[in-house]
């Protein structure tokens, strides 16, 4: 399994980012998708999930209306659309299958002014 994510970067508080994860090594389109976040010197949390033909999504409370996740099976890629950051949505995002315990490197993400 290989996961990589891209599109992290620093933005202003309000600004918006795309984040892309490029998944391989395992069929893509059996699988529901995770995107996860981890602040410095905090837990990993879980912000989205899409099921595996993407008909159904989920939120964290903390980005629900700001972020909206979404996959393209015939790319293998899981996407998120964060719009409204804020300075709290700083973090390394990664994605992940509900499967084994390898991830992937992450993609920073830093909100500020």
């Known amino acids: 399994v290989q996961l990589v994510e891209s599109g992290g970067g620093l933005v202003q508080p309000g600004g918006s980012l795309r984040l892309s994860c490029a998944a391989s090594g395992f069929t893509f389109s059996s699988y529901s998708m995770s995107w996860y976040r981890q602040a410095p010197g905090k837990e990993r949390e879980l912000v989205a999930a899409i099921t595996s033909a993407g008909r159904s999504t989920n939120y964290a409370d903390s980005v629900k209306g700001r972020f909206t996740i979404s996959r393209d099976n015939a790319k293998n890629t899981v996407y998120l659309q964060m719009n409204s950051l804020k300075p709290e949505d700083t973090a390394v995002y990664y994605c992940?299958?509900?499967?084994?315990?390898?991830w992937g490197q992450g993609t920073q993400v830093t909100v500020s002014s």
């Open positions: 992940k299958p509900p499967f084994g315990g390898s």
